[in-house]
């Protein structure tokens, strides 16, 4: 969630969320926008920030993707520039599209290297000051959420269950009654089932297109990232009455 900052002044992380009513417990990190461009972590809640007026704090719980926060940062910084030096547009470029790939289920074994050897180039030799944001902001990122960022590529996994390219559809044994409406909005053929049988979900076919969700009658179709609910391998008698 994002907070205008009103005024230009120094004080502590720690001061700055309560001044702006924001509850620190729960916290995972916070983002003063440019032209500080610096994250904050809890353990470093209580260093001095020099904010601007007219500034953004953006505050991520633990539901929140540090990889996806990241890339919408990247994101906006370029938005914020007409810079068109190599660093700076093609840098930026570059790095918004790995942290794009890495969100999107696509990331690769060499992506972290690369953005680790970009960054700090990014953030020397960028001529405006977005540029050189960008690369600092990767940098730092890196250093405090590299883990998190990189089980996107090694586990295939969003570790805050928020990207919805790791997201996976599951049809809860509890709602399900057989009905055939997931079946039928199917267009892929991702979905097992028979009248009056709990439907599953084959999710080496799914698409994530949404369709199921939208037509069970019954909400017995949920999403879910890493921690996922417990289903059947296949089929079953449905429990439950209509």
């Not at 994250?39 to 505050?59: D, I």
């Amino acid at each position: 969630m994002d907070y205008a900052i009103t005024t230009a002044e120094t004080l502590t992380v720690s001061d700055l969320l309560a001044k702006l009513g924001v509850d620190a417990a729960g916290l995972k990190a916070v983002w003063v926008s440019y032209p500080t461009a610096t994250f904050f972590v809890p353990a470093s809640f209580g260093e001095s920030v020099e904010v601007a007026e007219g500034a953004t704090l953006r505050a991520f719980g633990q539901k929140d993707c540090m990889a996806d926060g990241l890339l919408t940062i990247i994101n906006e910084l370029r938005n914020a520039t007409e810079c068109t030096c190599t660093f700076g547009h093609e840098g930026g470029y570059q790095l918004a599209t790995i942290m794009g790939d890495i969100c999107s289920k696509k990331g690769k074994p060499g992506d972290m290297a690369l953005m680790r050897d970009l960054a700090p180039v990014m953030a020397s030799q960028a001529i405006c000051g977005e540029g050189r944001a960008i690369g600092r902001a990767v940098s730092q990122a890196l250093d405090l959420f590299g883990d998190e960022i990189e089980q996107h590529i090694t586990k295939k996994t969003c570790p805050a269950g928020a990207c919805r390219a790791f997201q996976t559809y599951h049809i809860l044994v509890s709602k399900c009654t057989g009905c055939g409406a997931c079946l039928k909005a199917c267009e892929d053929d991702a979905i097992l089932g028979k009248p009056k049988f709990v439907h599953v979900i084959v999710q080496k076919n799914c698409v994530q297109c949404n369709k199921c969700l939208e037509a069970c009658p019954e909400g017995a179709i949920v999403t879910a990232g890493a921690d996922k609910p417990k289903t059947p391998p296949k089929p079953i008698p449905v429990k439950r009455k209509k």
